[in-house]
């Protein structure tokens, strides 16, 4: 959890941008790589306007956790009775990582969400266990470890993510998301933007594709000029 922890402190509505683009989708994230890097008054009111909608989502949230924490109950219950059924344990997984989103989002609970976190983590290992052609799990597996830091089991499960469906629009978003908000690879991040315009997405995700692109190069030649100071 270091790598949140740290960018909550020194970032707070950052810090929860970045929980935002990896557990629950690309909205936020599009919101804020859109953000005008001239002009403040329009940087302010979209920042305002994210801030919003993560109070509304953390509202909704809490009305969540209650009914998730339940199902997480009955399918631990599930999977003692049938320790061998790798789907229960995808379901299992998927519980306890939404439950450490939204730990997240409604209080910035970080004990509880590790622990959530862990035991999804758990999870879709066990499911690799039982059955290694899932590839579905490959993603989860990434998106998870970036919540509990460990960066070289996110990378790696990214990698056999869009190697495993290379048409996968939605791994190559979090794969480049998590490029360049984590690692600060950039170019990295570019590179995965543009395989997903070479897939033909619809104009609107290409749109958005596009900006990001944008706003990466810029970030890069920040970062390049900086290291030549």
């Known amino acids: 959890m270091s790598n949140l922890r740290n960018l909550s402190r020194k970032r707070p509505v950052l810090g929860i941008a970045l929980t935002v683009i990896i557990s629950l989708g690309l909205i936020a994230s599009y919101v804020f790589w859109a953000l005008p890097s001239s002009n403040s008054a329009n940087t302010g009111q979209a920042t305002s306007e994210l801030e919003s909608q993560v109070e509304a989502w953390q509202k909704a ?73 899932e590839k579905g799990v490959y993603l989860r597996l990434a998106k998870t470890a970036v919540f509990l830091g460990d960066n070289n089991l996110a990378e790696a499960n990214y990698r056999q993510a869009v190697a495993a469906d290379p ?3 939605s791994a190559r978003m979090s794969y480049a998301m998590f490029l ?45 000029g900086q290291g030549n100071e």
């Open 61 to 133: 949230a809490q009305q969540q956790i209650k009914q998730t924490e339940e199902e997480v109950k009955e399918l631990e219950k599930q999977v003692q009775e049938k320790p061998e059924d790798a789907g229960l344990w995808l379901k299992l997984g998927d519980g306890h990582y939404t439950l450490g989103s939204l730990y997240l989002l409604t209080g910035n609970d970080t004990a509880k969400a590790e622990t959530a976190f862990k035991g999804a983590l758990a999870s879709y290992q066990k499911v690799q266990e039982l059955n290694p052609q």
């Open 167 to 169: 048409k996968d629009n």
């Open 180 to 224: 360049a908000w984590v690692k600060s690879d950039y170019q990295g991040a570019i590179n995965q933007w543009q395989e997903i315009l070479n897939n033909n997405p619809d104009e609107e995700t290409a749109e958005h594709v596009r900006e990001m692109i944008k706003q990466a190069q810029e970030m890069a030649q920040k970062s390049s």
